[in-house]
């Protein structure tokens, strides 16, 4: 059974640093694509960044680069993603998802119920001015 449970989400100062951690269970980042995701009140989930083809392609959405890295363990099961110089605009539930391929689609295809790929809970991260 795939699983994916998030933490490290928490209340920061603008400037400040998190770590979020994605611990994955029944698969491992060789056999799908991996990434995190963010919802704020009253927006669409979107795509962070994205670990695809056993993580030799990387996505950043355009607004974090350069401040937020994604990372995985060596046994390839835990996703991390390092955020720095933390915006009030990056306030929102963070959430790791997973499926076989096309990582960064997978926050339009949240609204799409025929889709079968999988979700944490969310971990909330919430950045003070």
């Known amino acids: 059974e795939v699983q994916l449970v998030e933490s490290g989400g928490a209340l920061v100062q603008a400037g400040g640093s998190l770590r979020l951690s994605c611990a994955a269970a029944?698969?491992?980042?060789?056999?799908?694509?991996i990434g995190w995701f963010r919802q704020a009140p009253g927006k669409e989930r979107e795509a962070v960044s994205c670990?695809?083809?056993?993580?030799?392609?990387?996505f950043y959405k355009d607004s974090v680069k350069g401040r937020f890295t994604i990372s995985s363990d060596n046994a390839k099961t835990t996703l991390y993603l390092q955020m720095n110089s933390l915006k009030p605009e990056d306030t929102a539930v963070y959430y790791c998802a997973a499926d076989l391929v096309d990582c960064p689609s997978y926050g339009t295809k949240y609204y799409d119920h025929t889709w079968n790929g999988y979700w944490g809970q969310g971990t909330q991260v919430t950045v003070s001015s």
């Open positions: 029944g698969f491992t980042f060789d056999e799908f694509d």
């Open positions: 670990f695809m083809n056993s993580g030799r392609s990387v």
